[in-house]
């Protein structure tokens, strides 16, 4: 089994940081690409940040420049360094994880952390 756990949400002010984590771990060779998605109350789960194992990255418009994702394949884990944070960035954030296992690459969702920005 794999689990991925999240760390970091929380309550900021507008122009405030936070970073979140994500932790892999359970039984598997190795991991592909990481990225963390949100999703906003009535609205459908968004691509926030991505990384493939190479380190090559993307972003979503809204984030760039604001938002910096990477990862640490030596503790299997992927973080989001979130800055100047504004108030339509309120949401859950989950991480996502492409995991190789001995028969199979299949994603993996983490539970979800709550990030709220608001004055």
């Known amino acids: 089994q794999v689990q991925l756990v999240e760390s970091g949400g929380g309550w900021v002010q507008p122009g405030g940081s936070l970073r979140l984590s994500c932790a892999a771990s359970?039984?598997?060779?190795?991991?592909?690409?990481m990225g963390w998605y949100r999703q906003a109350p009535g609205k459908e789960r968004e691509l926030v940040a991505h990384?493939?194992?190479?380190?090559?990255?993307n972003y979503a418009d809204s984030v760039k420049g604001r938002f910096s994702i990477s990862r640490d394949n030596a503790k299997n884990t992927v973080y989001l360094q979130m800055n100047s944070l504004k108030p339509e960035d309120t949401a859950v954030y989950y991480c996502?994880?492409?995991?190789?296992?001995?028969?199979?690459?299949?994603?993996?969702w983490g539970q979800g952390t709550q990030v709220t920005v608001s004055s």
């Open positions: 996502r994880a492409v995991v190789v296992r001995t028969v199979s690459v299949d994603p993996y």
């Open positions: 990384i493939a194992n190479s380190g090559s990255t």
């Open positions: 359970g039984s598997f060779f190795s991991i592909n690409a």
